[in-house]
Nanobody
Framework: QVHLVESGGDSVRAGESLRLSCTAS????????LAWFRQVPGKQREGLIC??????LVNDRFKGRFTISRDHPTNAVSLQMDNLTPEDTATYYC?????????????????WGQGTHVTVSA
């Protein structure tokens, strides 16, 4: 069973950067796509960015500000967020699916972390 643990959530000011990390355990030798989502109360979970064997996929809304990287030996995936705004305040989740391709809809992922919270103040 895949177990995901996010870290790095913090309170920052607008314009600052933040890097979130997700450590995955329980992965088999099969390829996995790892993605980041976020959610604010009352809204649907939003797909941000994904990395998989065939490449990366970025939600157009976040191109140029969010980047993803993966360290295969440690099964860690990071989300670098730059030029943060108060609208980026949310709980951020790491997700995994046993596929070689990326998608950014939450129903396609069956493993989730517990989330890490980011607050951006003006």
């Amino acid at each position: 069973q895949v177990h995901l643990v996010e870290s790095g959530g913090d309170s920052v000011r607008a314009g600052e950067s933040l890097r979130l990390s997700c450590t995955a355990s329980g992965l088999t030798d099969e390829p996995y796509a790892l993605a980041w989502f976020r959610q604010v109360p009352g809204k649907q979970r939003e797909g941000l960015i994904c990395i998989a064997r065939v490449g990366t996929l970025v939600n157009d809304r976040f191109k140029g500000r969010f980047t993803i990287s993966r360290d295969h030996p440690t099964n860690a995936v990071s989300l670098q967020m730059d030029n943060l705004t108060p609208e980026d305040t949310a709980t951020y989740y790491c997700a995994a699916r046993q596929k070689t391709t990326c998608v950014l809809n939450s129903v396609s992922y069956d493993s989730w972390g517990q989330g890490t919270h980011v607050t951006v103040s003006a």
